[in-house]
């Protein structure tokens, strides 16, 4: 059974940066593709960033390109997110996902396997 385990939210204000960490166990395969998602209070869960079992392809939502940075360091089974420059409507809860496969996954519904979030919340 794969769990997902997420750390390293928190308060930062406005400019700040923050290191989300992601920590996996029970893959099956070596081929998992991971995700980060967010959800702000009254919005849907939306795509952040992917990357695929390699950690050579990486994607990220538009408006978050040149923020964001999605890692993966597979001996040690996690993948993580470098959030920079960050603003106030960068607050939600922020989760990990996997899915086993090769390639890139935007959509919430390819996704498998869901963290239990870690809410990241950025002051004015």
């Known amino acids: 059974q794969v769990q997902l385990v997420e750390s390293g939210g928190g308060l930062v204000q406005t400019g700040g940066s923050l290191r989300l960490s992601c920590a996996a166990s029970g893959f099956t395969s070596s081929y998992y593709a991971m995700g980060w998602f967010r959800q702000a209070p009254g919005k849907e869960r939306e795509f952040v960033a992917t990357?695929?079992?390699?950690?050579?392809?990486?994607n990220y939502a538009n408006s978050l390109k040149g923020r964001f940075t999605i890692s993966r360091d597979n001996a040690k089974n996690t993948v993580a997110l470098q959030m920079n420059n960050l603003n106030p409507e960068d607050t939600a809860v922020y989760y990990c996902?996997?899915?086993?496969?090769?390639?890139?996954?935007?959509?919430?519904?390819?996704?498998?396997?869901w963290g239990q979030g870690t809410q990241v919340t950025v002051s004015s």
């Open positions: 990357i695929d079992w390699s950690g050579v392809t990486r």
């Open positions: 996902a996997a899915k086993r496969g090769v390639g890139v996954f935007y959509a919430k519904s390819s996704y498998d396997n």
